[in-house]
């Protein structure tokens, strides 16, 4: 455990929130904080929604009993008029962009919060697959996006809620993720406990936790933010950070029809940018209470490449269905809008293909 490093960050972080609280940017500090909530989660849960697509039965159990209490906290969060999520057109783009999400995947080494996470505990595939992420949503913004827009026109606006009201499309919402909890079939027997399992401190900071108690604490977060400011989402920060760079370099970028849609941000302005980070950070924080920081080390040149380039499709992908695997899925379900369901079919049938073909390309030795 390298305490006095992980309370350094979480002061740093506090430091920097208070800073911006003080400069007129609540927001970008609350998100700053929450982020480092999200990501100490993730890091002690291990919960990676890749992992739980391919086949791990117990983060898909965590992360479903999460929906299904996030759903139960945005719709008292819209119920009170605190907050509604945004109307996204969505269609046959959503789900071949979720499927290509899908598939870059286990190219990747996870998600894009899997690999955020993993970011901040020093993995060195992790650090490759989040530049490719960069790289991949500015070619996404600046290449694809002009195609997804004009698919825009051609989508669907429903929103349950407002066809057949609130409290429906949440028993809705509900019952389908239960249906799903059980199709899962019963839990398994816990293992045996060691006789000395180790101090309260010891399970919170170096034991990884339960799915479900990570799927609970991650959609408490959840509603936390979408009372206060917005639903989750990663990687429009990101997009926005790369076009940001570009442009310092070439003004011509922010008159793309990607910017002139999003609109484009200073990164320190930019409250989800803040969220990324502190999300980091947390994972960060997390690994090192833990001790499993592991320093960027075991850099493999041909897993480094995979991983790029599992990035790259992710970011390429979250511009065609407009979403990754947090603001496509989890917060699509949890805020009851019906593409989140579209972006979770895509989810499954391609991370099923993207790992039966890794699995064949190392077979074959050429992963």
Partial sequence: MN?????????LTAVTAGLAW?????????????????????????????????????LLRGILLGLA??????????????????????????????????????????????TLYRLGTGQSKSLAAFLGILVGNGLGA?????????????????????LIGLGPATVLNLA??????????????PV??????????????????????????????????????SALGVQLPLARFV??????????????????????RIPALDPGFHLDVGLILGALTGALL?????????????????????????GVAVWVAIGCNVSGFWSAVATLRVDGWIYALGLYLGARAGLRATTFLVGRRFL
């Fill in 142 to 162: 600046a290449y694809t996006w002009p195609l997804t827009e004009r698919l825009l026109d051609q989508g669907w606006r429903i929103f349950l809620p407002d």
């Fill in 69 to 114: 209490v996030a759903s139960a906290g945005s719709a008292l969060v819209m119920a009170l008029g605190w907050n509604r999520p945004p109307r996204i057109p969505f269609g046959l783009h959503t789900l071949v962009g979720s499927a290509l999400f899908g598939f870059s995947m286990p190219f990747a080494g996870g998600c894009m919060t899997g």
């Fill in 243 to 264: 076009l940001w760079a570009a442009g310092t370099v070439d003004p011509g970028v922010r008159d793309l029809p990607w910017a002139r849609y999003w609109g484009m």
């Fill in 290 to 314: 833990a001790g499993e920081f592991a320093g960027f080390r075991a850099w493999r040149m041909r897993e480094a490449l995979t991983g790029f380039l599992g990035g790259v499709g992710m």
């Fill in 192 to 229: 045996p406990s060691a006789a000395n399992p180790g101090t309260f401190l010891e399970r919170v900071f170096e034991h990884p936790w339960p799915a479900w108690v990570g799927g609970t604490a991650f959609a408490l977060l959840f509603v936390i933010q979408f009372a206060y400011h």
């Fill in 22 to 58: 003080t400069q007129g940017l609540q927001a970008a500090a609350v998100l700053l904080l929450l982020g480092l909530g999200y990501g100490f989660v993730l890091q002690r849960t291990r919960l990676c929604f890749a992992s739980a697509f391919y086949g791990n039965r117990e």
């Fill in 3 to 11: 305490l006095g490093a992980a309370a350094a960050v979480v002061a």
């Fill in 176 to 189: 389908a993720l239960s249906v799903l909890y059980l199709r899962l079939g019963p839990r398994p027997s």
